[in-house]
């Protein structure tokens, strides 16, 4: 019965007959996040040829602030989206968040509290971040352990999230006051060296995810959970607790930006962040997340989110009309899907 | 000593029969093939061995030791691994992050622990080594062929510390080098003193590796014996029921 010859003679070791693809056609050069970075970089070249505002301080300093809000929440929802899920709730939680935040800032200003040092305020800051740790344990217990479909159960607590940010303000904007108000314009939206502090926040968070993703063993669990989820369960993972813990991470980040979103307008209103969901989104498969799960990083994240906000300050440099912002928008994220989708095809042809 | 003693084993689901007084017994080391046609039976006997669900009567023994299996993690805590059809893989991961999904090595650093990728590369470059395996650890699933994958799905297994391997239907939509080198990894695993059941619907295969031949019909078992004692036509005729029992 050996009408089979061994498949093979040689060692093991010397992969004669096994093609590998050059440096620059695996790894991250080979990524979408690689060539929308290279795209990124081009762009911010032509900007600041055609105005000469683009690299001014000024513009910087409100370039980098802007899109680290927006930056902040990619990384949590990309966390999600590599999973295979999507959370759609991000914006409503960045505007309870910082609703509860200030409400509670409120609340304690006048009390025995304001003779502790910074009791107020950290336990404001905690209100917050426990209102979005709710939400996303509601989200994750719901789409984990209940097995809604994430598109909808994040659907319906943007809703909800957004609905209750309006019933507990009225629809009156919240700002923050008490003995430490000062202060937390400080940690939210102050600069150390003239960088603003939000994007310190943000760089921090996206070595931190990377640490986590690429480095543990949560992080292993997450890639594949949306490589092949059942097989993630085969082999014993614990696929419910990392959903739910993805969920939260999101939320929190939504949480956590909208509070410094409180400190740049000096106001919690209840239509902050309204519709952030869908540029996070944007920013987070314009940086090579894929929606199929699997795929994606806190550099994709970066990147995505700075790209959107490179154009948007570019076209009002350039006088463009505001509204055509969100046409571009729209066509980048096509194309940069587009453009990966050609070169995946090339590769296996 | 046998490894794997099935009594008298039978299961219904509602009304339907799918088992019915299935005995068998597995030695350690040995290659044994598990042929049938489809609704014969073989997914069922496969599903109890691997612990999917128990079974509605008999006994199951592994290594002279009654088990009662209610989810796959009890028959792998034993030794029992499963090679699923479709492999179970994450296409998104490398070869060395596959084969120690669920089980990574870590190192701790202050209170965290990261994985140690440098160790669960080595390590699973010398299971590929010790399967005469091409692959390389850190290549994605995703830019490999059907035998790498297979070799991927056995090193798990070979890292789990297995007796008994059960591996359904490895060879089916994989090319002919490629089945060559899969059967090469069934000699492998003969070689290393673990038990293999080949699940298969490939004659040439079972005929190739298997020292014996079960053959499954309308759930029960109806052929039992020795692959130098059978041949490949005798084996189609209890499949399809031209000839009865043997």
């Not at chain 1, 990384?75 to 989206?81: D, F, H, S, W, Y």
């Not at chain 1, 000062?182 to 310190?200: H, K, Q, R, S, W």
């Not at chain 2, 299996?69 to 070869?95: C, K, M």
Request: charge should be positive.
């Amino acid at each position: 019965m050996s009408e089979f010859s061994p498949a093979t003679g040689t060692e093991a070791s010397d992969f004669s007959n096994v093609g590998r693809a050059r440096w620059w056609r695996r790894g991250f050069f080979a990524s979408q996040t690689a060539y929308v970075a290279a795209a990124l970089i081009v762009i911010m070249i032509v900007m600041s040829f055609l105005s000469s505002a683009f690299l001014s301080p000024g513009n910087l300093a409100n370039v980098a602030k802007n899109f680290s809000f927006v930056g902040i929440v990619t990384l949590g929802v990309t966390l999600v989206i590599v999973t295979g899920g999507i959370d759609l709730s991000v914006g409503s939680t960045m505007a309870l968040s910082a609703i509860t935040c200030a409400i509670v800032m409120q609340g304690l200003s006048g009390t025995v509290l304001d003779s502790i040092p910074l009791a107020g305020m950290v336990i404001s800051l905690g209100a917050g971040l426990g209102a979005a740790l709710l939400i996303g344990l509601a989200n994750g217990v719901l789409i984990a352990r209940v097995g809604l479909s994430p598109f909808v159960t994040t659907l319906g607590m943007l809703s909800i999230v957004r609905g209750l940010a309006y019933a507990v303000t009225e629809g009156r904007g919240q700002a923050p006051t008490g003995p430490d108000v000062n202060l937390f314009y400080e940690i939210t939206d102050g600069n150390i060296a003239g960088v603003p502090v939000a994007i310190i926040y943000l760089l921090i968070l996206a070595a931190v995810i990377g640490l986590v993703l690429h480095h543990t063993a949560f992080g292993r669990h997450v890639f594949a959970l949306g490589g092949n989820e059942k097989a993630a369960a085969l082999t014993g993972i614990a696929v419910e607790r990392v959903k739910i813990a993805v969920y939260v991470l999101s939320a929190l980040s939504a949480g956590f930006a909208g509070i410094l979103m409180v400190g740049w307008l000096g106001s919690a209103p209840a239509n902050l962040a309204t519709g952030y969901e869908l540029t996070i989104i944007a920013a987070a498969v314009i940086g090579g997340a894929n929606l199929n799960g699997g795929i994606g990083g806190p550099a994709g994240a970066v990147i995505g989110a700075l790209l959107i906000e490179v154009i948007r300050n570019g076209l009002v440099l350039a006088g463009i009309n505001a509204y055509w912002q969100i046409v571009l928008v729209g066509g980048i994220i096509i194309l940069a899907v587009l453009v990966d989708r050609l070169r995946t095809l090339r590769m296996t042809s | 000593m046998s490894l794997l003693v099935l009594q008298d084993v039978g299961k219904e689901f509602g009304a339907i029969r799918a088992l019915s007084h299935v005995n068998l017994t597995i030695k350690p080391g040995e290659v044994v093939g598990l042929m049938g046609d489809n609704g014969a039976g073989k997914s069922t006997l496969v599903k109890i061995i691997a612990g999917n669900f128990p079974p509605s009567h008999g006994k199951v023994l592994f290594e002279d030791q009654e088990v009662h299996f209610t989810r796959p993690v009890d028959a792998r805590s034993v030794g029992i691994e499963v090679v699923y059809q479709d492999l179970a893989l994450a296409d998104n991961l490398t070869a060395a992050a596959n084969v120690f999904l669920g089980r990574e090595l870590r190192r701790k650093v202050g209170p965290f622990s990261f994985l140690d990728h440098a160790t669960m590369n080595q390590r699973t470059a010398a299971l590929f080594r010790e399967l005469k395996s091409e692959t390389r650890p850190d290549d994605l699933v995703r830019a490999m062929s059907g035998g790498q994958r297979q070799a991927v799905a056995i090193a798990r297994t070979r890292l789990a510390k297995a007796k008994l391997i059960l591996m359904d239907e490895p060879t089916a939509a994989i090319s002919v080098r490629q089945v060559a080198e899969v059967l090469d990894l069934i000699r492998r695993l003969k070689d290393a003193g673990i038990a293999v059941i080949l699940i298969s619907h490939r004659m040439p295969d079972v005929f190739s590796v298997c020292e014996r031949v079960i053959v499954m019909r309308r759930g029960t078992k109806v052929a039992d014996k020795p692959i130098d004692q059978s041949s490949p036509e005798e084996v189609t005729a209890l499949i399809t029921g031209a000839k009865e029992a043997a």
